[in-house]
C-alpha cells in the first residue's frame, strides 16, 4: 500500500535538514571540505544519538557557504518533496547557518531561497513557507539576532518564528525576549518541546512563549491533563513520527503516541523532520501511520485538513493548495 498520490500539506521540516547526503557530499567536494566522518559505508548520514544528530547536522551545514548554495539546496529539496504529494511545505531557516545572525548576509540568503520557491511553485506546484528559527543550544543571546532577522523580513515568504535544537539547554521562559519580538512583528509562532523534555517543558512552552504550534509535542500524552489544555486552546502539534522512532524519542512505532494524542483529542499533524537523517519521507510516513495504527484516506485528509488550518500563510495561500 502506498499513500504517495495524496495531496499532503507538510509543516515540520529544517531545509538544511533536507539536503540529500549526495548533496552536501557534492559541495564538500568542490571547496575541499572534508566531512567523510559524517557519512555511514551505505552514503548516509551516520550518527549516534540525539546530540551525535545535532552535531553532524552542523557539520553537514558548514558546507553551505552563500546564497547560491540555498538557492540550489532549496530546489533539491522542492523537488523531491513534490514527488511525495506534498503541495504545501513549511521549513525552518536558521539565520546562524545563513551569515551568521547579520542582517544583511541573511536578506541576501533569503532572496535566494525565495527565489527557488517561486520557480517551483510554478514549475511543480509546490508552496513553500519559511519560518526563521532560533537554535536552543546556542543560547537566549545567540536567539535574539535570529529574532531581529525574522522581524525585519517577514512577508509573503517568512511568515513565522520558531526554536529548534537542544531543548534541554535552559527553560522556554529564556527565550521569551525574541518570541515576544516576533510575535510584535506580526510573526506566527511555533517551539520544539516534549520531543525530549517532558510535558512540564510543552506547559511552560505554552505559557512563556505563547506559541500557536508545538514541534513534535509527544511527551504531553503522559499527562491528560495536559492534552486537554492543548485540545481546549487547540493547539497544534507537528508531529514527526519517523524521526521520533530512528532518534530514539521513543521506543518504537507501535508506542509512538500520535494516535493516543488524536483519540485525547488533540489536533495532530505528520512531518518528516530532516527526511534523509531518518530514511523518511511523507509517503513512507503514511505507509507506517497504515500499517501500525490503521489510518487510512480518510485520516490523513483530516490530517491534511489540520495542517492547511494551521498553516503559517493567508487565506489565499491556504485556497489555492487546498
Ligand atoms: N533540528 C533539526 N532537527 C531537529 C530535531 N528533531 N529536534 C531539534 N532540533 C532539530
Ligand atoms: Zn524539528
Given at each position: 500500500m ?60 558548514t ?34 547557518f ?36 532560533g ?6 543571546d ?39 519580538m ?6 506566527r ?56 522512532v ?8 507501535a ?7 488524536r ?38 485528509t ?21
Open positions: 502506498t499513500f504517495r498520490a495524496i495531496p499532503k500539506a507538510e509543516l515540520h521540516t529544517h531545509l538544511e535538514g533536507c539536503a540529500p547526503p549526495s548533496f552536501i557530499k557534492g559541495l564538500a567536494a568542490e571547496k575541499k571540505i572534508d566531512i567523510s566522518k559524517i557519512f555511514a559505508p551505505d552514503g548516509g548520514y551516520a550518527f549516534r544519538d540525539f546530540d551525535h544528530f545535532l552535531q553532524v547536522y552542523e557539520a553537514a551545514c558546507t553551505l557557504q552563500n546564497p547560491e548554495d540555498f538557492r540550489r539546496l532549496t530546489m533539491a529539496v522542492l523537488e523531491e518533496t513534490a514527488s511525495h504529494g506534498v503541495v504545501y511545505m513549511e521549513t525552518f531557516v536558521s539565520p546562524d545563513c551569515g551568521g545572525g547579520d542582517l544583511s548576509a541573511w536578506r541576501d540568503y533569503l532572496a535566494a531561497m525565495e527565489d527557488a520557491a517561486l520557480e517551483a511553485e510554478e514549475k511543480l506546484g509546490i508552496t513553500l513557507k519559511g519560518i526563521v528559527t537554535i536552543r543550544h546556542f543560547g537566549p545567540a536567539s535574539k539576532p535570529a529574532a531581529r532577522c525574522a522581524a525585519e523580513t517577514k512577508g509573503s515568504f517568512i511568515t513565522g518564528y520558531g526554536m529548534a535544537g537542544g531543548e534541554m539547554v535552559g527553560r522556554p521562559g529564556d527565550y521569551a525576549y525574541s518570541f515576544d516576533a510575535r510584535e512583528a506580526g510573526l509562532l511555533t517551539c520544539h518541546a516534549g520531543e525530549w523534555g517532558g510535558p512540564d517543558m510543552v506547559a511552560d512552552t505554552i505559557r512563556d512563549l505563547g506559541v500557536e504550534r508545538i514541534g513534535h509535542g509527544i511527551s504531553a500524552a503522559d499527562d491528560p491533563a495536559l492534552m486537554a489544555e492543548i485540545a481546549e486552546k487547540e493547539i497544534v502539534l507537528e508531529v514527526c513520527p519517523g524521526s521520533n530512528v532518534l530514539k524519542a521513543v521506543g518504537g512505532w508506542s509512538h503516541p500520535i494516535a493516543k494524542l483519540d485525547a483529542g488533540v489536533k495532530v499533524t505528520v512531518s518528516t523532520d530532516d527526511p534523509p537523517f531518518f530514511h523518511t519521507t511523507m509517503t513512507a510516513e503514511y505507509d507506517m501511520l497504515h500499517k501500525t495504527f490503521g489510518w487510512d484516506v480518510d485520516d490523513f483530516a490530517l491534511n485538513n489540520t495542517a492547511l488550518a494551521a498553516a503559517f500563510c493567508d487565506d489565499k495561500t491556504r485556497a489555492r493548495v487546498a
